[in-house]
C-alpha cells in the first residue's frame, strides 16, 4: 500500500474522518453521489414554484415548462376564487400554534417531573408512557372519529389541538434534556429559598430548557400543520379546512386548476421553508439527539 | 441555612409539604388524563367495536353484538386481502431503497464534506418537513403520462449514448397503468424519507470512534474496507432504529398513496393501502364495526412483522459474523 506508507513516512496524520481516504477517484464519485441527490431532492420544489406561475394548458404541454411564467396573479386569483384560502391556512396557523404551545408546556412539565422528582411509581409510570410510542395512532381513526362525533367537536380545532396538548415523544425528549443538563442542586437551592413546587419549574426550569423546547416546538409545529387524517375526519366545510384539506378538494374538483392548486401549495410551504430556514441547524441537531439516544 | 429553615417551614408547613409531595403528580398528570381519554379508551372502545354490527349515523343504541362476523368477513374479503399485499409491497418498495440510498449517502457526506455538511443536510432534510398534501400533489403533476416531467426527463436520459440503454424509451403511465402505481407511490415515499434517514446514518457514523478508521489506515485498508468492516457493523444500533421506523411507517402509509390515486386507489386498486381502505369502509360503507376490525388485524400484521425484524436486526441477528 504505497499511499499508506507515503502518509507514514511525510509524517502527516491521517485524516480521521469516515471515508476521509478514499482516492480521488471514490472522492469524485461522492461528491457526484451528493450533488445527484441534492439536484433530485431539491427539483419538486423548483417545478412547485415554476407551475405556479403557469396556466393549466402550460402545465401539461410538451415538452413541460421548465422556466417561470407569467400567470401568477391570474393563478392566485382563481385560488382565492375557489376556496377561502388565507382563511384555510389561518386555521393551519391557529392549529399548530395552539398544539404547539400547550404541548411544550405539559412536557415540559412532565419532563420536569419525570426527571427531577422521585416518587411512587415513577418507572411504572414512565414505562407506561415509553409503551404509548409503541401504538400506531393511525388504527385509532374509526374510534378518534366517533368519540369526536359523540362530544359534537366535529369541525371544531380543538377536536386536533386538545387531544394532542401532551406527547409522550415530548416528555421523552424533555425528560432526557433537563435530567442531562440541569443539576439538581438548582432546584434544591430554589427550594431551600422558599420557592413553590410551581414556582421553581416556572423560574428555573422553563428558562434553562430553551434548546429543547425549539426543537419540540418546531417538531410540534410541523406535524400540525402538515397534517392530513386529523383534519380530514374532523372538518367537513371549506371555512374549517386546513391547508392540506383545501389542497385536497381542489384536487379533487373535476377540470382541476392546475395553476391555482400549485399556487395554493407554494402558500402551504413556503412559511415551513421560512421556518426551516430560521431554524434548520436547531432542529437537525435536536432531533438526531433525541433519535439516537432513542 | 440549617438555622433559617425552621422560620418559613413552620409558618406554611402544611401547605409545603402537601405540593412537594403532590407536584410530580400534578405535573405529570394531563399527559396521562389525555391519554386515558383519548388514546386508551378508543382502543378499548374500538376493540368493543370490532364485535359490533353498527352504522355510526344510526346512534349507539343500534349497536349489535355479531361476535367475530366482523373479522371472518374481513378476513374472506379478497379486497381486504390485496390491500394488504399492496401495503407490504409499498413498505418494502420504498422502504428499502431508502436504505440503500442513505448508508453510502451518509458515509459521502461526513467522508468529503466539512463546511457545506450542514447546508447539505439541511437540504436533503427539506422533503421531510414538508407536507405530505403538497408533495403528492406536486408528483401529481410530475408523473403524468404524455406530459409529465419525469417521463420527459427519462426520455432525455434514454437519448443518451452509452447509459441511455437503462432508462425506457417509451412514456410510462405511472398513474393509470397497475403495474407503476406502486412504484410512483415508493418514489414518492423514497424522495421523502432518504433524507431523514441520511441524517440518522450521518449521527450514527459520527458517534464512531475516529481511532478506528486511523488504526485502519495504518494498517492499509482501503475505503472500502473500512466501510465494510467498522463502519457497517458499528452502524448496526442506529440501522435497527432507523429500519424499525421505515417498516411501522411503511406499513400505516396512507397520504401518499390517497393523493395520487385521488383517493380511488389508482388502476386496478394497486394503490390501496389497509389504512385507505380502513378509512373507505368506515367513511364511505359508514361499517364502523368491520373498520374496527380492520384497524385490529392490521395491528397484528405491525406487530408480527416489528417482532421478525427484531429477531433479524436487534440484539442477536446479524451480530455473530462481523464480530470477531
Same mark, same amino acid.
Given at each position: ?34 450533488l445527484v441527490g441534492a439536484v433530485l431532492t431539491v427539483a419538486p420544489f423548483y417545478f412547485m414554484f415554476v407551475f405556479a406561475t403557469h396556466t393549466r394548458t402550460e402545465i401539461f404541454q410538451l415538452p413541460p415548462p421548465t422556466w417561470f411564467g407569467n400567470n401568477l396573479d391570474e393563478n392566485y386569483r382563481s385560488l382565492m376564487e375557489r376556496m377561502p384560502f388565507w382563511r384555510n391556512l389561518w386555521n393551519s396557523l391557529y392549529l399548530a ?124 409545529f410541523v406535524?400540525s400543520w402538515n397534517g392530513f387524517?386529523?383534519p380530514l ?5 371549506s371555512e374549517?379546512y386546513t391547508a392540506p384539506l383545501a389542497l385536497r378538494t381542489l384536487q379533487g374538483i373535476a377540470n382541476t386548476d392546475w395553476g391555482a392548486l400549485m399556487c395554493g401549495v407554494v402558500l402551504t410551504v413556503v412559511p415551513l421553508l421560512v421556518l426551516f430556514a430560521l431554524a434548520s ?14 | 441555612?440549617? @438555622? ?34 383519548? !388514546? ?41 386481502? %390485496? ?7 409499498? @413498505? ?6 431508502? /436504505? ?9 457526506? @461526513? ?6 455538511? /450542514?447546508l447539505v443536510?439541511a437540504v436533503y432534510f427539506l422533503p421531510y418537513i414538508t407536507s405530505i398534501v403538497a408533495i403528492s400533489v406536486i408528483f401529481f403533476t410530475l408523473f403524468s403520462w404524455q406530459y409529465g416531467v419525469i417521463n420527459a426527463a427519462l426520455n432525455a436520459l434514454h437519448g443518451?449514448?452509452?447509459? !441511455?440503454?437503462?432508462f425506457? @424509451?417509451?412514456r410510462i403511465n405511472w398513474l393509470g397503468?397497475?403495474?407503476y402505481? %406502486?412504484?410512483a407511490v415508493?418514489l414518492v415515499v423514497i424522495w421523502r424519507y432518504t433524507g ?26 482501503? !475505503?472500502?474496507? %473500512? ?28 397520504e401518499e398513496p390517497f393523493i395520487l390515486t385521488n383517493g380511488?386507489?389508482g ?52 451480530? !455473530?459474523?462481523?464480530?470477531?
Amino acid at each position: 500500500m504505497t499511499s499508506v506508507k507515503a502518509t507514514e513516512l511525510s509524517g502527516a496524520r491521517p485524516s480521521t474522518r469516515p471515508g476521509g481516504h478514499l482516492p480521488p477517484l471514490s472522492r469524485l464519485g461522492a461528491y457526484l453521489l451528493i450533488l445527484v441527490g441534492a439536484v433530485l431532492t431539491v427539483a419538486p420544489f423548483y417545478f412547485m414554484f415554476v407551475f405556479a406561475t403557469h396556466t393549466r394548458t402550460e402545465i401539461f404541454q410538451l415538452p413541460p415548462p421548465t422556466w417561470f411564467g407569467n400567470n401568477l396573479d391570474e393563478n392566485y386569483r382563481s385560488l382565492m376564487e375557489r376556496m377561502p384560502f388565507w382563511r384555510n391556512l389561518w386555521n393551519s396557523l391557529y392549529l399548530a400554534v395552539l398544539t404547539t404551545v400547550t404541548t411544550l408546556f405539559f412536557c415540559t412539565l412532565a419532563g420536569y417531573a419525570f426527571a427531577m422528582y422521585s416518587f411512587k411509581g415513577r418507572e411504572t409510570l414512565f414505562g407506561l408512557l415509553l409503551a404509548t410510542l409503541l401504538i400506531p395512532s393511525t388504527l385509532n381513526i374509526v374510534p378518534f372519529a366517533l368519540i369526536m362525533q359523540a362530544l359534537g367537536w366535529i369541525d371544531q380545532p380543538r377536536a386536533l389541538w386538545v387531544p394532542g396538548m401532551a406527547s409522550a415523544f415530548g416528555i421523552f425528549l424533555m425528560r432526557q434534556y433537563i435530567g442531562s443538563s440541569i443539576p439538581r442542586e438548582l432546584v434544591e437551592a430554589a427550594r431551600i429559598d422558599g420557592a413553590t413546587e410551581f414556582g421553581i419549574f416556572r423560574r428555573v426550569i422553563v428558562p434553562l430548557t430553551g434548546p429543547a423546547m425549539a426543537t419540540l416546538g418546531l417538531v410540534t409545529f410541523v406535524q400540525s400543520w402538515n397534517g392530513f387524517l386529523g383534519p380530514l375526519i374532523i372538518f367537513r366545510s371549506s371555512e374549517t379546512y386546513t391547508a392540506p384539506l383545501a389542497l385536497r378538494t381542489l384536487q379533487g374538483i373535476a377540470n382541476t386548476d392546475w395553476g391555482a392548486l400549485m399556487c395554493g401549495v407554494v402558500l402551504t410551504v413556503v412559511p415551513l421553508l421560512v421556518l426551516f430556514a430560521l431554524a434548520s441547524r436547531q432542529l437537525i441537531e435536536g432531533l438526531t439527539a433525541g433519535s439516537t439516544k432513542g | 441555612m440549617l @438555622a433559617s429553615k425552621p422560620t418559613p417551614a413552620a409558618r406554611r408547613g402544611g401547605w409545603t409539604d402537601f405540593q412537594r409531595r403532590y407536584a410530580p403528580y400534578i405535573f405529570i398528570s394531563p399527559f396521562f388524563i389525555l391519554f386515558f381519554v383519548f !388514546g386508551l379508551f378508543p382502543i378499548l372502545f374500538n376493540a368493543y367495536l370490532s364485535f359490533q354490527q353498527w352504522q355510526p349515523g344510526s346512534g349507539l343504541g343500534e349497536m349489535k353484538f355479531v361476535g367475530l362476523r366482523n373479522y371472518t368477513d374481513n378476513l374472506t374479503d379478497p379486497t381486504f386481502w %390485496q390491500s394488504l399485499r399492496n401495503t407490504a409491497v409499498l @413498505a418494502v418498495l420504498s422502504g428499502l431503497p431508502q /436504505h440503500l440510498i442513505a448508508i453510502p449517502l451518509a458515509f459521502a457526506v @461526513a467522508g468529503v464534506l466539512r463546511r457545506m455538511q /450542514h447546508l447539505v443536510t439541511a437540504v436533503y432534510f427539506l422533503p421531510y418537513i414538508t407536507s405530505i398534501v403538497a408533495i403528492s400533489v406536486i408528483f401529481f403533476t410530475l408523473f403524468s403520462w404524455q406530459y409529465g416531467v419525469i417521463n420527459a426527463a427519462l426520455n432525455a436520459l434514454h437519448g443518451l449514448p452509452l447509459i !441511455g440503454g437503462l432508462f425506457p @424509451a417509451d412514456r410510462i403511465n405511472w398513474l393509470g397503468q397497475k403495474e407503476y402505481v %406502486q412504484p410512483a407511490v415508493a418514489l414518492v415515499v423514497i424522495w421523502r424519507y432518504t433524507g431523514w434517514n441520511m441524517l440518522l446514518y450521518l449521527s450514527g457514523l459520527q458517534a464512531i470512534p475516529r481511532e478506528l478508521y486511523e488504526a485502519a489506515a495504518v494498517d492499509g485498508a482501503t !475505503g472500502g474496507q %473500512q466501510f465494510r468492516y467498522i463502519t457497517l457493523p458499528l452502524l448496526r444500533p442506529i440501522m435497527f432504529v432507523a429500519v424499525t421506523l421505515s417498516l411501522i411507517g411503511g406499513l400505516q402509509l396512507f397520504e401518499e398513496p390517497f393523493i395520487l390515486t385521488n383517493g380511488t386507489g389508482g388502476a386496478g386498486q394497486a394503490g390501496l393501502t389497509t389504512i385507505m381502505y380502513m378509512y373507505r369502509t368506515y367513511a364511505s360503507y359508514s361499517d364502523a364495526g368491520v373498520a374496527a376490525a380492520m384497524s385490529w388485524l392490521l395491528f397484528l400484521v405491525i406487530g408480527a412483522l416489528t417482532l421478525v425484524n427484531n429477531r433479524l436486526f436487534g440484539r442477536s441477528g446479524l451480530a !455473530g459474523r462481523d464480530e470477531r
